[in-house]
């Protein structure tokens, strides 16, 4: 009887992995991006930059360089937002600024009630940069740990314009150095590309929408059409609740980046499983059946193939074997583009069912402080608890 459990198991596992292969948009293509050479705009709009900055003084120096060494021909302002650090990332934002008189700083007020951190200091960054210069026509915004490729936004806004977007944004390169980041991070990438497929996104007749929220240019009239980032002032996913909303007025697209990169590292499994916990269960809308569905679509699709391996090995079960080598392959090379991204090799590949496994208790434990009323802790604040 076991033997046809495990082996109805891996069938519906290879065929679930051809379906994302084939009818998922070839999300695992990894292959949205911006291009490298661009034809330069007849005209470069005024683009003003938002960085929210709340204890960032190990990278904010590096983040805000980034963007001063821009080489957009157009007039470029930068606004931090010293959201109360209790650091030095105010004096080191200015001392970053000093090559070209383009950056302001500005503090941040307390946290009202009803907004994430976040979106309270882009709100003040945004009401500061349209009275200051109501000429801004984009803007971008960014976060400050992201160090931005030089070329960036000059290809940013020629995606814009030539296409007449409303968002253009980019999943950043994320720091992949310790065990676990390598472990996890490429694997983060590939799960998100399956969650919100990048070629689907960039569809304008499609539903789909999506951003990363660690570099986002925004027209100034999209976002004021929704009522600005008020409009979404309590999502802890800000990203892709700005893109939902934006999408609905005019099209969005989203792309992966090579050269822009963040800064953030996540070096202990603790670290990483905090910064998923903090939204895992929010993602899932706080719903059970999304949990359970969740659950067991991810353990059926990428944990149930190496585990019917090592049964069929065991007990001599071919068929098992041979559908889980082929289901463990085909994972493993849709893993690829995502891994060459991060320049890692191929063979690790074949750990992806070990990264999903930790994924399926992260947002297990994400819903569990959800339900103790917990919620996520960052940068000192707590959220999503009930």
Not at 25 to 42: S, V
Not at 144 to 161: F, G, M, N, T, Y
């Amino acid at each position: 009887m076991l033997e046809y459990v495990v082996l109805a198991l891996t069938v519906i596992s290879f065929v679930s992995l051809l379906g994302l292969c084939f009818f998922r948009g070839g999300f695992w293509r990894a292959d949205q991006k911006l291009p490298q050479q661009i034809t330069d705009c007849d005209r470069c709009p005024m683009v003003t930059a938002v960085i929210p900055a709340r204890n960032e003084a190990a990278t904010i120096q590096s983040a805000v360089t980034s963007l001063v060494r821009q080489n957009y021909r157009g007039p470029f302002n930068i606004i931090v937002v010293d959201d109360c650090s209790v650091d030095d990332t105010a004096r080191l934002a200015r001392e970053a600024a000093t090559e070209r008189n383009i950056v302001t700083v500005i503090p941040g007020q307390p946290l009202p009630q009803g907004w994430t951190g976040k979106l309270w200091a882009l709100d003040q960054g945004l009401r500061h940069g349209s009275e200051r210069w109501p000429e801004t026509e984009y803007w971008l915004l960014t976060d400050a740990d992201i160090e931005h490729d030089p070329s960036v936004l000059k290809r940013l806004v020629a995606k814009a314009e030539f296409g007449e977007l409303d968002l253009v944004s980019l999943m950043v390169r994320l720091y992949c150095g310790s065990f676990w980041e390598r472990l996890l991070v490429p694997a983060f990438v590939f799960f998100f590309q399956k969650l919100y497929p990048f070629p689907l996104v960039n569809q304008p007749e499609r539903s789909e929408a999506a951003a990363a929220g660690g570099c986002m240019l925004v027209r100034r009239s999209a976002l004021a059409a929704i009522g600005g980032v008020a409009a979404i002032r309590d999502h802890l996913i800000d990203d892709c609740a700005l893109a939902a909303r934006i999408s609905q007025h005019g099209p969005v697209w989203l792309g992966l980046a090579s050269r822009t990169q963040s800064l953030r590292a996540y070096e202990e499994l603790a670290e990483i499983w905090a910064m998923v916990t903090r939204t895992a269960f929010t993602q899932l809308n706080h719903s059970r059946a999304l949990l359970v569905a969740t659950v067991i679509s991810m353990s059926l699709i990428y944990c149930v193939p190496p585990l019917a391996v090592a049964y069929g090995i065991a007990v001599g079960d071919v068929w098992s074997a041979g559908f889980g080598v082929a289901s463990w392959s085909l994972m493993t090379v849709m893993y690829w583009p995502t891994l060459k991204i991060y320049d890692l090799p191929r063979w690790r590949g074949f750990f992806l069912p070990v990264a999903a496994f930790l994924f399926v208790l992260m947002t297990v434990d994400s819903a569990w402080s959800h339900w103790k009323g917990k919620g996520g802790l960052w940068k000192g604040r707590s959220y999503g608890g009930v």
